[in-house]
């Protein structure tokens, strides 16, 4: 009993330090796969490869002003940076990175992602109506709309995946396609599920919140120091999330040849999605709000439930 509690233990602070490393480590990847997509120089001073830049970053932030704004709700301006870093942590428990690696075997473990990503909406809305600062309360109220409706098509596109896997299990899911990747047969889920979650990120083409040349920083603009380092860290966190959920719903989870381990496959999955997010916002335009919620409820929201109408038809018809 005492040896399987250590396991447990070791697996928890393991999955803590691995996620929080990765993300940490998106930062330099960001700037140098940005830049040899663009025909620049990316971070090449500080270390070999510029791999001490996200240090030099990490020890700036730690000691710039944590300025409080006295017009702010200071409490909830304080908790607003948390949210986000504990709902997505939260998320990663039920993620199995390879048989016996996971920190949850939730039965609903495809509910608790969702209702984890739910949650995470109050840490924008909470973080720009505390500021009391206009382009942060618009930044907020874009946050809490755009959040809201891309959760609904999001939720939609994955009921395919558990309608063919029979269960909301995740490791029940990544073991259903032995035979063949959900991918295949799920393949508009999941191009709906991936634009959902940049919009869930708020990675461009979709960072519509804080949308610099219009609202200044969007929800964050009154956040610095580590308040805006937890802001910060936590997209990173997400955009490592949504790519292992994309993995482990679609593309077989840990599964592949015998030559390398479960857990290699995993990440090598997971860092290619990685790669895909950041390409994305090296050559996508940002499209108006308008343009944004249009897309979702006139485009997407039809689809999802075309998708799910077809799936379920096909699995009645066995």
């Known amino acids: 009993m005492m040896n399987q509690t250590l396991i447990y233990i070791l697996i928890v602070f393991g999955v803590l330090i691995v996620v929080m490393t990765i993300a940490t480590g998106l930062i330099w990847l960001e700037r140098r796969l940005?830049?040899?997509?663009?025909?620049?120089?990316?971070?090449?001073?500080?270390?070999?490869?510029?791999?001490?830049?996200?240090?030099?970053?990490?020890?700036?932030?730690?000691?710039?002003?944590?300025?409080i704004p006295p017009f702010a709700d200071k409490a909830v301006f304080v908790i607003a940076p948390a949210i986000v870093i504990i709902t997505v942590l939260m998320s990663f428990a039920v993620v199995p990175f390879a048989p016996g690696i996971f920190v949850s075997d939730l039965n609903i473990g495809l509910l608790f992602f969702l209702a984890m990503s739910s949650l995470g909406a109050y840490s924008v809305v909470l973080g720009g109506w505390s500021s009391n600062n206009k382009y942060a309360l618009i930044g907020s109220f874009r946050a809490a709309a755009q959040m809201l409706s891309y959760e609904v098509f999001m939720g939609l596109s994955l009921m395919g995946v558990v309608m063919l896997a029979g269960s909301f299990n995740m490791n029940d899911i990544v073991i259903a396609q032995k035979n063949i990747w959900f991918v295949v047969p799920q393949f508009v889920g999941f191009i709906i599920f991936m634009i959902a979650g940049l919009a869930e990120t708020h990675r461009l083409p979709f960072d519509i919140p804080e949308a610099e040349n219009e609202l200044i920083a969007g929800f964050?603009?009154?956040?610095?120091?580590?308040?805006?380092?937890?802001?910060?860290?936590?997209?990173?966190?997400?955009?490592?999330?949504?790519?292992?959920?994309?993995?482990?719903?679609?593309?077989?989870?840990?599964?592949?040849?015998?030559?390398?381990?479960?857990?290699?496959?995993?990440?090598?999955?997971?860092?290619?999605?990685?790669?895909?997010f950041i390409l994305l916002r090296a050559s996508l335009p940002r499209?108006?709000?308008?343009?944004?919620?249009?897309?979702?409820?006139?485009?997407?929201?039809?689809?999802?439930?075309l998708n799910l109408l077809v799936t379920g038809a096909i699995v009645l018809s066995r």
């Open 287 to 305: 499209p108006r709000y308008d343009q944004l919620m249009s897309y979702g409820w006139k485009l997407l929201l039809p689809l999802s439930l």
């Open 220 to 276: 964050h603009s009154e956040y610095s120091g580590m308040k805006f380092g937890m802001f910060f860290l936590g997209e990173y966190l997400g955009i490592t999330l949504i790519s292992a959920i994309m993995v482990t719903l679609f593309f077989g989870g840990w599964l592949g040849p015998s030559f390398l381990p479960p857990v290699i496959w995993f990440f090598i999955k997971t860092f290619v999605f990685i790669s895909l």
């Open 34 to 67: 940005l830049a040899l997509w663009q025909d620049r120089y990316g971070p090449n001073r500080v270390g070999p490869f510029g791999l001490l830049q996200v240090i030099a970053d990490m020890i700036k932030i730690f000691f710039k002003e944590d300025w």
